[in-house]
């Protein structure tokens, strides 16, 4: 329901149907979804018709690039493609930016990172997923005055633990990317895969030069799938390294699964270290040792604290600093 003076919020990104894109376009479908039921603020269809423009990164879409003339646009509260972008801007609307990682760091080579920087200069509050993303914006010397910390999260309709687990003789642990960059560790997949008693499956998109070994490739799905398969696994495995924040941990952590995951970027910040699940720090034996010796422990932790991997969560928080930043 919308109260009679809610704030009117564009978010600048077209989202596309779950299962045809990454990380980022589940969370704005689950932004989107929760927003829409606040009474405090409203979603606009158009920038002209808002007050504060959320921008993600630095594009507006699977694969779409603001170019400087959209961002003067933008800024400008005009349509993106109107000319008057490459001539002048005159900042008309709030912005509130939620940058990514460096994807330099991740092993993206492209010039994502310099727009993500550059667009930040119009920002009036800046939204970093996890202290490790601050602190690599930071060491690139983007420091911006009014920023805050938050953090991604799970849909409920899908992502809930299931009612009861049982580990069997046969652990199951389930790997997941929509990227197929090489730093996502499928590698580490493989090599999981080949320890006794234990079946890995795969759900995303596999790159054709590293062979599968004996990992089970489950192909791209809608998030309502996914969430199915996640109930049917014990552990998630995420060797990916330096993401700043991976959606994909909110989702099993949401689904009650302890993660085994790389050490480095914010997947650590996720899971606070070993309380929700086990760092890649040693052989896959010895490690899947440590996490199953800690597993129901893990679960339960998990289960108590599961509100806070949900995108209602991470919503609340969003719409705190828009309409903190509507009185700046």
């Known amino acids: 329901m919308i109260g009679k003076m809610a704030l009117p919020v564009f978010i600048s990104y077209d989202t596309v149907e779950s299962g045809k894109s990454g990380g980022a376009n589940s969370f704005v479908l689950g932004l989107k979804q929760v927003l829409g039921q606040s009474r405090d603020v409203v979603l606009v269809n158009k920038i002209a018709s808002a007050k504060v423009v959320l921008i993600i ?12 003339y959209m961002v003067r646009n933008t800024i400008s509260g005009r349509t993106r493609w109107h000319p008057f972008g490459y001539f002048h801007a005159k900042k008309d609307k709030i912005i509130v930016q939620r940058l990514d990682g460096l994807g330099r760091l991740y092993g993206r080579n492209d010039d994502l990172d310099d727009r993500q920087i550059n667009i930040n200069r119009y920002a009036d509050i800046t939204v970093f997923q996890t202290g490790y993303c601050k602190d690599v914006f930071r060491q690139a010397g983007i420091n911006p005055e ?21 580990l069997d003789a046969t652990i199951k642990i389930i790997g997941c990317s929509w990227s197929n960059n090489p ?48 109930k049917q696994n014990d552990l998630l495995l995420y060797p990916s390294k330096n993401d700043a924040c991976p959606n994909v941990v909110y989702e099993a952590l949401a689904s009650g699964l302890p993660v085994v995951y790389h050490p480095s970027g914010g997947t650590p910040e996720i899971c606070r270290n070993t309380m929700f699940g086990e760092p890649m720090s040693d052989t896959p034996q010895k490690t899947l040792e440590k996490i199953l010796d800690r597993y129901h422990e893990i679960r339960e932790r998990v289960s108590d604290h599961y509100s806070e991997f949900l995108i209602t969560y991470a919503a609340k928080k969003y719409e705190k600093i828009f309409l903190e930043a509507a009185r700046l």
């Open 57 to 68: 990164s630095a594009g507006y879409g699977d694969s779409k690039r603001l170019k400087p």
């Open 146 to 166: 009014r920023n805050v910390i938050i953090g991604n999260g799970a849909n409920p309709v899908w992502f809930k633990p299931a009612p009861a687990h049982i």
């Open 183 to 230: 730093n996502k560790g499928f590698e580490d997949l493989v090599d999981w895969a080949k320890l006794r008693h234990v079946e890995v499956s795969f759900v995303g998109r596999w790159p054709e030069r590293i062979h599968s070994g004996k990992v089970r490739l489950l192909g791209v799905m809608h998030q309502k799938d996914f969430a199915q398969v996640l």
